[in-house]
């Protein structure tokens, strides 16, 4: 893909979204959309698109003669508040409307890292993706959400250390640790080494929702969020619960992991997050002797869904059997071998994503 083509693909959230409201009342349903018109005229700066088709508008409710809405956005983003109130001001039979804002402090762009199955090394591609973004010259934070296989501290050489929490303005907040100029906060820096994390129902929820919304990390290009593997109830929390802005899928070459790719995607597409692409991992094996790659779990696979689900294919990430002893000692690929493959594919990715999302570099997307 090219550094100067937006990676963004946007769902018909209308139709699908279970963030907007699906009344009966016919009264109700016209002005729903009526309303969801008025919003489609609130562009973003920078991505170019509307705050419907971002993802931004959730929780859409029009109550008798009033509007109710939460707005999803990033910390550069909030001109877009008094945006969205002046244009449904403009709405005869809206006497007030009332917009809830969230957004996590000092975070300027949230992005899922997701898979449709483990094994396919979701946390491997957030490990590795971060520090290139931190090689580009980023500010990072990556949050490792995965509640049943939390791996990234050791994948990023954390050690198991007691979170501290400091009083802030807004009041307390975990203080997230640092590695590799990665700011990094994880489920498993807050469980007993060796302990299964049986976390259920309600319990499992607070977690999830403190881990968004009270952790303090400072200023931030980028928060990268690795999700459990799948499409459960922890998943649709954390997609429901932060302004993510997009989502990266995480998939292998063979054909019996599409159909796990297509459930993933189209659980972000319901509830109107963008899929920004597709990470195809373990793609293929260069032969040290000839140079010529080998694949051996088959190939097409990331092509093919990609083309299906209209979503690009962000890179093939070769099969390096050093990017599991750098992952088992603490060190990314790019930071270890920069000169390597798979060092490269992921600096490509993260320059990709640097163009997307840079204001200086705004004039691209358009």
């Given at each position: 893909?090219?550094?100067?083509?937006?990676?963004?693909?946007?769902?018909?959230?209308?139709?699908?979204?279970?963030?907007?409201?699906?009344?009966?009342?016919?009264?109700?349903?016209?002005?729903?959309?009526?309303?969801?018109?008025?919003?489609?005229?609130?562009?973003?700066?920078?991505?170019?698109?509307?705050?419907?088709?971002?993802?931004?508008?959730?929780?859409?409710?029009?109550?008798?003669?009033?509007?109710?809405?939460?707005?999803?956005?990033?910390?550069?983003?909030?001109?877009?508040?008094?945006?969205?109130?002046?244009?449904?001001?403009?709405?005869?039979?809206?006497?007030?409307?009332?917009?809830?804002?969230?957004?996590?402090?000092?975070?300027?762009?949230?992005?899922?890292?997701?898979?449709g199955k483990g094994?396919?090394?979701?946390?491997?591609?957030?490990?590795?993706?971060?520090?290139?973004?931190?090689?580009?010259?980023?500010?990072?934070?990556?949050?490792?959400?995965?509640?049943?296989?939390?791996?990234?501290?050791?994948?990023?050489?954390?050690?198991?250390?007691?979170?501290?929490?400091?009083?802030?303005?807004?009041?307390?907040?975990?203080?997230?640790?640092?590695?590799?100029?990665?700011?990094?906060?994880?489920?498993?820096l807050l469980a007993?080494?060796?302990?299964?994390?049986?976390?259920?129902?309600?319990?499992?929820?607070?977690?999830?929702?403190?881990?968004?919304?009270?952790?303090?990390?400072?200023?931030?290009?980028?928060?990268?969020?690795?999700?459990?593997?799948?499409?459960?109830?922890?998943?649709?929390?954390?997609?429901?619960?932060?302004p993510i802005c997009?989502?990266?899928?995480?998939?292998?070459?063979?054909?019996?992991?599409?159909?796990?790719?297509?459930?993933?995607?189209?659980?972000?597409?319901?509830?109107?997050?963008?899929?920004?692409?597709?990470?195809?991992?373990?793609?293929?094996?260069?032969?040290?002797?000839?140079?010529?790659?080998?694949?051996?779990?088959?190939?097409?696979?990331?092509?093919?869904?990609?083309?299906?689900?209209?979503?690009?294919?962000?890179?093939?990430?070769?099969?390096?059997?050093?990017?599991?002893?750098?992952?088992?000692?603490?060190?990314?690929?790019?930071?270890?071998?920069?000169?390597?493959?798979?060092?490269?594919?992921?600096?490509?990715?993260?320059?990709?994503?640097?163009?997307?999302?840079?204001?200086?570099?705004?004039?691209?997307?358009?």
């Amino acid at each position: 893909m090219s550094n100067h083509q937006s990676p963004f693909k946007y769902s018909n959230v209308e139709g699908t979204s279970e963030s907007l409201q699906h009344p009966a009342n016919p009264l109700i349903e016209s002005r729903r959309q009526e309303a969801i018109g008025i919003l489609k005229q609130v562009t973003d700066s920078i991505l170019k698109n509307n705050i419907v088709s971002l993802g931004m508008v959730r929780n859409l409710r029009i109550v008798d003669d009033y509007i109710y809405l939460r707005l999803y956005i990033g910390a550069h983003q909030h001109y877009l508040q008094e945006q969205t109130q002046q244009a449904l001001s403009s709405l005869t039979w809206c006497k007030k409307a009332y917009i809830q804002l969230c957004t996590i402090p000092g975070v300027k762009t949230t992005i899922a890292i997701s898979s449709g199955k483990g094994g396919v090394g979701k946390s491997t591609t957030s490990v590795n993706l971060a520090a290139a973004l931190k090689l580009c010259g980023a500010r990072v934070g990556l949050l490792d959400a995965d509640v049943y296989g939390p791996n990234v501290p050791q994948m990023l050489g954390v050690r198991q250390s007691e979170v501290q929490v400091i009083d802030t303005a807004q009041g307390q907040r975990f203080l997230p640790l640092e590695a590799h100029g990665i700011k990094v906060m994880s489920v498993g820096l807050l469980a007993e080494p060796e302990h299964p994390l049986a976390w259920r129902g309600p319990v499992l929820h607070k977690i999830i929702t403190q881990f968004i919304t009270e952790v303090e990390w400072g200023e931030l290009d980028y928060l990268l969020i690795d999700l459990p593997p799948g499409t459960g109830d922890a998943q649709i929390t954390i997609i429901q619960e932060s302004p993510i802005c997009g989502a990266i899928i995480v998939t292998t070459p063979q054909q019996v992991a599409i159909s796990d790719v297509r459930r993933s995607i189209n659980m972000f597409r319901q509830v109107g997050v963008p899929v920004l692409g597709i990470i195809e991992n373990m793609s293929y094996l260069v032969c040290k002797h000839c140079g010529e790659p080998s694949h051996i779990f088959g190939s097409g696979g990331g092509e093919q869904i990609a083309a299906e689900l209209q979503a690009p294919l962000l890179g093939k990430i070769p099969i390096e059997p050093h990017i599991c002893t750098a992952g088992d000692v603490g060190q990314p690929m790019p930071i270890l071998e920069p000169g390597s493959l798979v060092a490269q594919v992921f600096m490509e990715i993260a320059k990709t994503l640097n163009t997307t999302f840079s204001s200086e570099n705004s004039t691209a997307l358009q």
